[in-house]
Structures are given as structure tokens and as C-alpha cells.
């Protein structure tokens, strides 16, 4: 029964699937690809909870329902009134009038100075003599506020007056999204819960970055954005460079099918006064959506920017998109600009004066056709401690951003991530820096959320896992982005996010978590939605995936906890209603079924390579001999593992490494010991730290003896090379048998890929 639980389900095909077949076999009956990933736009939201999200300014919730109409009866006594010259067509009208047909109601439509007098009820969007009169007779004022809107009921002579005003057109389509959300079916009759309003959102451009797992995902995301008041989204333009199959150069061809994706979206953002902006690459075209098929990346996939050729095929390709309704793009340069091309770096010097010219000629080649295009920018010094990432080698950020910003056009956009590649927080004084080396309002990408740096568990996370900004931050932001999104489950922490935007200052997590959760996935959903992250959460410390002796030590442990896991996802499998949620679910989930399946049977790969190569760089730094105790990352449970490079000031080692976050905040490392020690001895650690914002608390342990417990400025390691540090080990801190290491990072408000994080190369027991 939509709206009281109930959902559509489509297939490819759109062949219609009865939501009392969905209901009576439930959802463990569409696990399989092709029902799971059909849907494509769930009438939205399909929950009712008689809550508006995002969180208006000011509302007032009166706990009464208007009829609008029966679900049985063919007699319309409720209209929509538009304005004399407004259209019928227009789409924020038609999105109201769907989703009363979609409860099982109808409504009419009529203009201004049509016959009224059949209609009960009145719904009056926008200007009209209706509104005009109501809202003088009650003193009524519209929010002064760009997309600003106000909903207020009334009751007229036995008739009910509800009206719809915006600011702006955006305004007036945020009045009827917020209306949408108000409307239920009870009973035999389609209601709309009475509120009052008068709202407007904080953050002016608010968007997210659409990173699709398959192409039905890619469009559910990109029309899901409306429905929660986004009114940017950001999509990977790499979706349709290439023919399925194999790489075939973004300068000669276009993948129809995606071109026809980008453009469904495009097209229905635009009719709703909403924007796209398509992102490229410019030095390596990523491509990774099965649904297009793998691809391999040739070497002429970047844009080489000395060769005109180049330049007009990025020129033509965007023009393919701003007239499919794209309403702009963005050339990245993250991560991957140098090392340089080296015709591009003869011809230019640096990256500055290259990435200049590039922005100045595809502004000039696209700006006479296109006058009003939004032209964003990422460059590769989009972090303020780009030093800190290793790019000082190759060119000056801080010259770089200069130059960039004192040589491109006024209204194109610069992204930045705040401090650092992830941060948790953004100051005033950091954002006066950044906006000065530009001399322009910034647009931020906000990496602290996006798949794939946080880890998996957070999707459902009752914290607030936003970038915390300074009070005034909108003042110097052009636009908001948040990183990437796919799968269907996500659609919660976007409702959420989309909260945050709106209001921040009334924003609270958990409610916010739960009226989404409410809303998307069902009222009875959110206990078994987060035992399912509280289960997935314990793997997070094997976030790296790799098999490991430390890893294998843990496998009766890992066993258990992968049952739990399977058993909630189970759970969550035979009650959620709304199939969007499960394949994404599944998947995170089947993830480490296969880490545990890979723990009991792979071989230790690597292994006795790694722990040589360790042992050869701890004899040399510290002096310890071939039978002292060596323990190297892989000996640890618990903790991220890798090898690292620029994350670690450009010297790749091997690492563990643990984060301020409960469930990576702690690895431990056993050894065995054949006789004990009569004299002092010394626990030599070679690590590194990432303070974070204003650095935070460690603890060594050896057998629950405190080696060290204090600031991690104080223990010896720092944040700007590799340091080796000796701690003193009384003989009564080691047994004879079987002992642990035990290194915790004591911060509680991290976040897995952020700082602070403590990382270590190795230790070394020596006697």
C-alpha cells in the first residue's frame, strides 16, 4: 500500500512487480542482480513519519491531516492552484501531483481565476490572487531569503487553504518537496499533515559527488538529490569516455549509453531549476562501472595540454555535455598531475602556468555558445599541508595557487579539502589562508565521508561525521560537495547530510540518522540498522584486507563475528521493505565473508620478504642484533597495514597504523621469549604521527605494563620524518612464554583516513 510501507519495484524491462508480491515474499526473494538493482526512483520519500528533512528553520507541527482525496471515489475535491501563467507541466506541479496519484489519490490542477468553488481543499503554490489575499489577511511574510519558502494551512468558510509560497522558484519547488514529505495515506483517504513553515537554507550550493557502482545506481543518485533539497550533483564523467569493453581514448569517442545516463539526469535537474556538473580528469581518465565494463587506461588518456588537438577535444566533449543539459564541468588534477608531461612541462615550465592556460582557452572556447556554464577546478595542491603530501618536490603550492588564482576568470570555482587531503575540521584561519592565495570564495570538497576513505560502517553512523566548519564558513564557499556515493544504501547519510547543509545550527545526528532511516528504509528499521554497522564495525581494523600472521591469530575471533555479521544483515534482509538498500548492504557485507575466507586458506604472501626488509632498516637505524625480538606490521592485530609512501613523507615502508576511532584506535603484537632478561632492556619503535588538529593522547603497553601514556608530541615521534624511539623495559615487564604489545591511540573523535593517526614501522625488543 504506498504509503503506508509499501514500494514499487520495476525491472529493466519496467515490467511492473505488485507490491503485494514484493510483501509477500519479502525481500529475500530479490537478492539476485537483476530484481535487486532494478528499481530506479522509488516514489520518495516511500515512509511516512510526519517529519520534514532537511530540518526546516522554523515549523510548527499542528498533529491534524487535511483530506485531500479518496482513494475510491473518482470526484476530485481538493486542486492544486497555479498562477495564471504558469504551466500545468511544470515539474515541481507534476512531482506534487505524482506522488498523491502514487498514495492512490488524484488531484486537479487549475489556474488562477479558474472555478474554485467544487474544491474543499486548496492547495495554492507560488503567486496567485489566493495566495496574495491570504497572505495579507493573516500578515503572512515569505522568508527574504534566496530559496527561502513558507507552508502555512488555514481554514476559510469550511474550506481549507494550504499555502505555498517561495521566495524564488527554488524556493517554490523546496515548498513542495517539503509538502511531499507530509503526505500519507490513511485509511481510504490521502492526507496531508498540517505545518506551518518558514524555512531557507543555510549552505547556498549543496551537492554531492555521484561515484556509481552500475548505471541504474548512477541515475537513482543523481534524481534522489531534489527529493532532499540538493541542488547540485556532481557526476564522473568517466561513465561515458569510453566503449564498453575497452579503452578506446576520451578523444575519440563517447559511450552512448552513459551520454544517455548523464543526460536523464541533466535534464531532470535543470527542469527543476537544479544543476549537474560532470566531472573529468585531466591526467588520467578513471574508469570503473561494471555495468560499462572494465578498462584498461592507455597512455594517451591524459590531456596534453601543449597539443591544441587536446584542447579542442576537451572543449568538444564538454560541449556534447553542457548541451545534453549539463549546466557545467570540472577538469580534476587530484592526486595524479605530476610527474608532468613532458611536452606540456617544456612548454610551460610548471603546472601553474600550464592548468592557467588550459581553464582561460576551454572558458573562451565554450563561453559563446554557453555564457552562463559553471566551470569548476581541482588542482593537485588541493589540501593547505601540501607539503605534507609530498608534492614540494615538483612545484610551490602556495605559488601555484597564486598564480592560478590571479590568471583564470573571476567565476571559475577552485576546490579545496580544507587542511588536509581528509579534515575533520576547517578554521577561520584556515580559510582566510586559502581564500588568500586565491583571491576568491572557495568550493569545498568535503572528503571526510565520501566511499571509499572512511571505511565501510559509517554509512549508518549515529555521530556527526561532518567537517566541522567556522560559524561564518558560507561567507567564503561558493559551493559544497561531498565525496562519492553509490549504492542505495547511502541514501540515508545523503538525507542527513542534506540536514547538515540546511540547518546547521539545529542539527542534531542521532534525530537526523533517524528520521532518515524512518523515512527511506522504514519507522521500524533503525535498531536493526544499526546492529548491522555495530557487527560490520568490529572489521574495521582490517580495513587494508590483507592476510596477515597477526590477522590469523585473530581467525576464531573473526569467525564469530562474521556469523553476527551475516545474521544482521539477515535481519535487515527480511524486514526492510524498500529493496534500494539491500544490494549495496550485501555487498560491504559479502566483503568480509571473502577477508575471512581468504584468512583461513590463503599462504602469508609476502611475509618473510617484508619482515627481511624490516629487519635489515631496524638493525642499521637502531643497532639490534640478529636474535633481538623484531616485530614487524604484519605481526600486528588490530591497526591498518600497508606499504606507504607520501602519506610518510615519501619513504615507502611498511606500516601499521592505528586511527582516533574506537574500533582502529588499538594493535597488539605477541612474541614469544625462551628465557627471561636480568637487566634493564629497550623497546625501540620507529614511527611517525599525524597530529590532527591540536595532536592527541597515546599508550604502549608491554603485558599491561605502561611503557608510555601521554601527548603524542611528547612521546618522541613527530609528523615530519620517520624517528626512532627507545623506551626503557624493566626485566619484570616480560615473561617468559607468550608477550604482548599493546600501541593505542587514545582519541576518540577521529575517523578512519583522517588524522590524528600514529603509524609504525617496526619495534624492536632489545637486550
Known amino acids: ?55 526546516p528553520q522554523k515549523v510548527e507541527y499542528l498533529n491534524k491531516y487535511i483530506s485531500l482525496c479518496s482513494r475510491e471515489d473518482t470526484n476530485n475535491t481538493s486542486c492544486i492552484l497555479i498562477s495564471k501563467d504558469g504551466s500545468k507541466e511544470d515539474a515541481g506541479i507534476l512531482d506534487l501531483s505524482s506522488r498523491i496519484q502514487n498514495l492512490g489519490g488524484k488531484i486537479d490542477i487549475i489556474k488562477d481565476g479558474e472555478n474554485l468553488d467544487k474544491y474543499s481543499t486548496i492547495i495554492s503554490v507560488g503567486d496567485n490572487q489566493l495566495s496574495a489575499k491570504y497572505l495579507k489577511q493573516n500578515k503572512l511574510i515569505v522568508p527574504d531569503k534566496e530559496e527561502g519558502y513558507l507552508l502555512y494551512p488555514l481554514v476559510d468558510k469550511n474550506r481549507n487553504i494550504v499555502l505555498c509560497m517561495g521566495h524564488d522558484k527554488l524556493g517554490e519547488y523546496w515548498g513542495i518537496q517539503s509538502l511531499r514529505q507530509l503526505l500519507v495515506g490513511r485509511n481510504r483517504e490521502v492526507c496531508l499533515a498540517e505545518a506551518r513553515v518558514f524555512d531557507y537554507p543555510a549552505f547556498r550550493q549543496r551537492g554531492y559527488f555521484v561515484s556509481p557502482i552500475t548505471r541504474t545506481f548512477f541515475v537513482q543518485h543523481g534524481k534522489f538529490a531534489p527529493e532532499y533539497k540538493f541542488n547540485t550533483v556532481f557526476l564522473n564523467g568517466a561513465l561515458f569516455s569510453s566503449f564498453e569493453g575497452g579503452w578506446d581514448s576520451w578523444k575519440k569517442n563517447q559511450h552512448e549509453e552513459g551520454m544517455s545516463d548523464i543526460k536523464d539526469i541533466a535534464v531532470y535537474m535543470k527542469q527543476r531549476g537544479l544543476i549537474s556538473i560532470v566531472l573529468i580528469h585531466g591526467n588520467k581518465m578513471r574508469f570503473y562501472s561494471s555495468d560499462y565494463g572494465y578498462n584498461t587506461l592507455k597512455k594517451d588518456a591524459e590531456i596534453r595540454i601543449s597539443e591544441d588537438k587536446d584542447i579542442q577535444g576537451v572543449s568538444a566533449w564538454s560541449k556534447s555535455l553542457l548541451s545534453a543539459g549539463v549546466g557545467g564541468i570540472c577538469i580534476n588534477y587530484d592526486d595524479t598531475c605530476y610527474p608532468m608531461n613532458l ?57 601555484y595557487l597564486r598564480f592560478l588564482g590571479a590568471n583564470i576568470p573571476r567565476n571559475v570555482e577552485v576546490f579545496w579539502t580544507g587542511p588536509d587531503v581528509i579534515s575533520r575540521r576547517v578554521t577561520q584561519e584556515n580559510v582566510q589562508q586559502w581564500v588568500g592565495l586565491l583571491g576568491r570564495n572557495t568550493a569545498y570538497f568535503d572528503n571526510l565521508f565520501g566511499g571509499p576513505h572512511p571505511g565501510y560502517s559509517y554509512y549508518f553512523d549515529p555521530k556527526d561525521f561532518k567537517t566541522q566548519f567556522p560559524a561564518d564558513f558560507q561567507r567564503c564557499l561558493s559551493t559544497y560537495m561531498m565525496a562519492g556515493y553509490s549504492w542505495g544504501h547511502y541514501r540515508v547519510c545523503l538525507a542527513t547530510l542534506g540536514d547538515y547543509l540546511w540547518n546547521p545550527e539545529n542539527y542534531d545526528p542521532e534525530e537526523s540518522l533517524k528520521t532518515a532511516v524512518a523515512q527511506i528504509a522504514g519507522p521500524d528499521m533503525y535498531p536493526l540498522l544499526m546492529n548491522w554497522r555495530e557487527k560490520i564495525s568490529r572489521f574495521d581494523q582490517f580495513g587494508e584486507g590483507r592476510v596477515t600472521p597477526g590477522n590469523r591469530k585473530l581467525l576464531p575471533e573473526l569467525r564469530i563475528w562474521l556469523d ?60 639490534a642484533k640478529s636474535d633481538d625480538v623484531f616485530l614487524v606490521p604484519y605481526d600486528f592485530s588490530g591497526g591498518y597495514k600497508g606499504i606507504v609512501g607520501e602519506a610518510a613523507k615519501n619513504v615507502k615502508r611498511h606500516a601499521a597504523w592505528v586511527y582516533g576511532t574506537e574500533n582502529v584506535s588499538r594493535m597488539s603484537a605477541d612474541f614469544s621469549l625462551a628465557a627471561s632478561y636480568d637487566h ?41 620524518k620517520w624517528t626512532i624511539k627507545e623506551f626503557p623495559l624493566q626485566p619484570s615487564f616480560l615473561n617468559v612464554g607468550k608477550n604482548t604489545l599493546l600501541i593505542e591511540n587514545l582519541e576518540k573523535k577521529g575517523t578512519v583516513g583522517a588524522g590524528p593517526w600514529l603509524m609504525i614501522n617496526y619495534a624492536v625488543v632489545k637486550s
Open 1 to 55: 500500500k504506498p504509503g503506508e510501507g509499501g514500494i514499487k519495484v520495476f525491472k529493466n524491462s519496467n515490467e511492473k512487480i505488485l507490491a503485494e508480491h514484493v510483501q509477500k515474499n519479502n525481500t529475500s526473494n530479490i537478492r539476485n542482480n537483476e530484481l535487486a538493482e532494478a528499481p530506479r526512483l522509488s516514489e520518495s520519500p516511500p515512509f511516512f513519519t510526519g517529519k520534514i528533512l532537511p530540518t
Open 343 to 399: 611536452k606540456d612541462k617544456e612548454k610551460f615550465g610548471d603546472a601553474a602556468h600550464a592548468h592557467a592556460y588550459l581553464i582561460n582557452r576551454i572558458c573562451a572556447l565554450l563561453k559563446k555558445d554557453n555564457p552562463d556554464f559553471r566551470f569548476f577546478f581541482c588542482p593537485p595542491f588541493y589540501m593547505s599541508k601540501w607539503q605534507a603530501e609530498g608534492l614540494g618536490k615538483y612545484e610551490n603550492g602556495d605559488d
Open 564 to 623: 553476527e555479521l551475516k545474521l544482521a544483515f539477515r535481519q535487515v534482509e527480511q524486514q526492510c521493505r524498500n529493496p534500494l538498500l539491500l544490494p549495496g548492504m550485501k555487498w560491504h557485507t559479502d566483503i568480509w565473508e571473502k577477508f575471512v575466507a581468504r584468512v583461513e586458506k590463503e599462504d602469508i604472501n609476502g611475509y618473510e620478504e617484508a619482515l627481511h626488509e624490516v629487519k635489515v632498516q631496524a638493525c642499521k637505524e637502531t643497532g
Open 680 to 720: 634493564n632492556c629497550k623497546l625501540a619503535i620507529s614511527g611517525l604521527a599525524d597530529y590532527g588538529d591540536k595532536g592527541f593522547r597515546m599508550r604502549i603497553l608491554m603485558n599491561d605494563n605502561l611503557i608510555f601514556e601521554g601527548e603524542i608530541q611528547d612521546s618522541g615521534f613527530n609528523n615530519e
